[in-house]
């Protein structure tokens, strides 16, 4: 059974950082590609970050580039997302999400081409 466990969200001011983690289970995580979308108050779910299965080719989204980092342990079965510099616009509900393709590179993914995910973690930015 796929499980996706997402930690590290929290209340920070602009400007300060955060390191949110997910932990995979269930399948093989070194051979899909990840991905972190986030939904904030009244707004759609947007991707942020992706990243493929090896790490190597990460895509981000215009408003994060720059501020997030994504990156992945695969020996760990662990996804990261490094942000920066947030701002009160950054506050979501992050999400991880696995890409449902073994062995693809998708740079755009939207969201039915994830078929399991994490059940978020609260990011608050405010002063």
């Known amino acids: 059974q796929v499980q996706l466990v997402e930690s590290g969200g929290g209340l920070v001011r602009p400007g300060g950082s955060l390191r949110l983690s997910c932990i995979a289970s269930?399948?093989?995580?070194?051979?899909?590609?990840m991905t972190w979308f986030r939904q904030a108050p009244g707004k759609e779910l947007e991707w942020v970050s992706a990243?493929?299965?090896?790490?190597?080719?990460?895509e981000d989204q215009d408003f994060v580039k720059g501020r997030f980092t994504v990156s992945r342990d695969n020996a760990q079965n662990t996804l990261y997302l490094q942000m920066t510099n947030l701002k009160p616009e950054d506050t979501a509900v992050y999400y991880c999400?696995?890409?449902?393709?073994?062995?693809?590179?998708?740079?755009?993914?939207?969201?039915?081409?994830?078929?399991?995910w994490g059940q978020g973690t609260q990011v608050t930015v405010s002063s």
């Open positions: 999400a696995k890409y449902m393709f073994a062995g693809s590179w998708n740079p755009h993914p939207t969201k039915p081409m994830f078929d399991s």
């Open positions: 269930g399948f093989d995580f070194d051979n899909y590609q």
């Open positions: 990243i493929s299965v090896r790490g190597v080719l990460t």
